[in-house]
């Protein structure tokens, strides 16, 4: 069982929106924080967005103003609301899980591709 699958990626032209939704399986559980990170072609995978259990969201700094996170605990999923899409924001984007007991868990990942 994939513990992680996401969705919603695709291709898109610059200053387009795209919203990720990502559903963790029945063998997570105590989840404490799901989030994004992606990896542009040739790049290590960065933070893009994370939330808590308790709603605290962080965001990397070139996504603010531009990416939304939310979250649904009773479901197990997580969103990612991306608007004004930029080339550099090109890539594979990762869901991902940490729970209480601190395990790490993570999607096989969507792409997203933004032309100009």
């Known amino acids: 069982q994939v513990p992680l699958v996401e969705s919603g990626g695709g291709l898109v032209q610059v200053g387009g929106s795209l919203t990720l939704s990502c559903v963790a399986s029945?063998?997570?559980?105590?989840?404490?924080?799901m989030g994004w990170y992606r990896q542009a072609p040739g790049e290590e995978r960065e933070l893009v967005a994370t939330?808590?259990?308790?709603?605290?969201?962080l965001y990397a700094d070139p996504v603010k103003g531009r990416f939304t996170i939310s979250g649904d605990d009773a479901k197990k999923m997580v969103y990612l609301q991306m608007n004004s899409l930029k080339p550099e924001d090109t890539g594979v984007y990762y869901c991902?899980?940490?729970?209480?007991?601190?395990?790490?868990?993570w999607g096989k990942g969507t792409l997203v591709t933004v032309s100009s």
């Open positions: 991902h899980t940490h729970t209480y007991a601190g395990a790490n868990s």
């Open positions: 029945t063998m997570i559980f105590s989840i404490s924080e």
């Open positions: 939330i808590t259990s308790g709603g605290n969201k």
